[in-house]
């Protein structure tokens, strides 16, 4: 079982910027990918970014060139840094992790961190 702890959510104005972090904790697991997915009200959850373990990233088409995506390894955590933030980015942020489970993989979620930026 993992579990993951986000922080760093909050409001802020239209051009600015916000870093979210996830910790990913547990006993015996080994991480394939973390990333961020979002979901505003009344839309489908969708894909922000990820990152795989050996450090290859994807973004969505609206976030590229504002938003990085970063993990560290030896603290089992990634960041994701907005930058040139839009009203549109406002949405409840969700971490996700894969771990490896035999031939498999395993998927968790985050409780949500809440972004919102106003105009």
């Known amino acids: 079982q993992v579990q993951l702890v986000e922080s760093g959510g909050g409001l802020v104005q239209a051009g600015g910027s916000l870093r979210l972090s996830c910790t990913a904790s547990?006993?015996?697991?080994?991480?394939?990918?973390m990333g961020w997915y979002r979901q505003a009200p009344g839309n489908e959850r969708e894909l922000v970014g990820t990152?795989?373990?050996?450090?290859?990233?994807k973004y969505a088409d609206s976030v590229k060139g504002r938003f990085t995506i970063t993990f560290d390894n030896a603290k089992n955590t990634v960041y994701l840094q907005m930058d040139s933030l839009k009203p549109e980015d406002t949405a409840l942020y969700y971490c996700?992790?894969?771990?490896?489970w035999g031939a498999g993989l395993r998927f968790y979620w985050g409780q949500g961190t809440q972004v919102t930026v106003s105009s």
């Open positions: 996700n992790s894969q771990t490896y």
């Open positions: 990152i795989t373990s050996g450090g290859s990233t």
């Open positions: 547990g006993s015996s697991f080994r991480l394939a990918s």
